[in-house]
């Protein structure tokens, strides 16, 4: 049985063998070089310097070494991890993430972190001790599982957040305690909301995670358009949806009533919703000089729901968000931009 107190160090050595440089192992791009942590603790970094990484979306003290490490396997996904890490004298400190499949994923946010322990990489643990050491805890958002050990002058804390389909583990063992709460106290997750941007539909708008691509028809005046649709979810508010879609209108259509078309969508839309009489309903709205529409909906249940709808030169756009948070709803779609 492994020590609680030696966390940090089975869990480092398992992800990359401790081993800066080893054989195998690759630099990422933007680490810095590695040659400076394997200097010796005189030539060490200190906390106070601030080290972002590009591919890692997160930002932490210390500056850290990077490089790809051994895969490990939790729940028959085997998953690969990325691991930065630094010593500062006796102390190490570290960052290790990887992107969990929607196999993995589909599990949960909980189940996800404690799927773990069901991992080789955790079997050497007594998790009927470790259990009683381990406390929720938060990071903004994102949401988090800590466990932290102190004996013979060590402490030791790893603390695990998933932000949307990746996990991340922040390692500190060290000497002092108040460096080791500095370190993980310090990590910083880039914002998890993103711009998607569509070539061929000519718009970007900001999401949680990338969308899923759902194309359907749509039928106007006896013409079938295709109606090129997206899908976007959020891990942490599993009852969003950022739905947003565009259709190119044929030669042959030419709506002398850009109004009627704006209807005659809402209509299909808002009938899937079971709230047709809304079409008749929509607020006039504009995005630059594309004319649309606005409809609001809120359900018994508490969600609610906006859709808009623009027409461009020739080309349609829909919008349709449904989330229990005004600040989601305004986020997705206040970002929608087209050139």
């Known amino acids: 049985m492994v020590k609680p107190s030696r966390i940090v160090t089975i869990l480092l050595a398992g992800l990359a063998g401790w081993g800066l440089g080893t054989a195998g192992h690759t630099a990422e791009p933007d ?70 499949p929607l196999e993995v994923l589909a599990m949960g946010q909980e189940a996800v972190i404690e799927s ?17 050491r381990g ?13 932290v050990h102190l004996a013979e ?3 030791s804390v790893v603390r695990f957040f998933l932000a949307n389909r990746r996990l991340y583990a922040v390692m500190a063992s060290a000497t002092d305690l108040h460096s080791a709460n500095q370190f993980v106290a310090s990590f910083a997750i880039d914002d998890l909301w993103r711009p998607f941007v569509s070539e061929a539909g000519q718009f970007s708008v900001d999401l949680p995670m990338a969308p899923v691509f759902t194309p359907q028809q749509v039928t106007y005046q006896g013409t079938t358009l295709d109606w090129w649709q997206y ?12 739905g947003f879609a565009y259709a ?34 929509g607020t006039v709205i504009a995005l630059g000089e594309m004319p649309g529409r606005e409809y609001l909906l809120t359900k018994p249940d508490g969600q609610s729901y906006v859709l808009r709808l623009y027409l461009g030169d020739r080309r349609l756009y829909g919008l349709l968000a449904t989330s229990d948070s005004l600040g989601n709803l305004d986020r997705f779609l206040s970002s929608f931009q087209v050139p």
């Open 31 to 100: 680490g810095v070089g590695t040659d400076l942590f394997l200097a010796q603790a005189a030539s060490a970094p200190s906390l106070g310097q601030r080290f972002q990484s590009e591919s890692g979306r997160y930002s932490v003290l210390v500056p850290l070494g990077t490089q790809a490490t051994s895969p490990t396997t939790v729940n028959g996904q085997t998953l690969t991890w990325t691991v930065s890490t630094a010593r500062q004298g006796d102390s190490v400190y570290g960052v290790a993430y990887t992107d969990l």
């Open 116 to 132: 773990l322990k069901a991992s080789p990489f955790w079997a050497e643990f007594d998790w009927e001790a470790l259990g009683n």
């Open 135 to 147: 406390q929720r805890v938060s990071l903004g958002d994102v949401p988090g599982i800590e466990f």
């Open 153 to 155: 002058g060590r402490t």
């Open 231 to 242: 899908v976007g979810y959020n891990l942490y508010a599993p009852g969003d949806r950022y």
């Open 248 to 281: 190119d209108l044929p030669s042959s259509l030419n709506p002398q009533d850009p109004d009627a078309l704006l209807q005659a969508v809402a209509t299909l839309v808002l009938t899937e919703l079971d709230a047709p009489h809304l079409a008749t309903q």
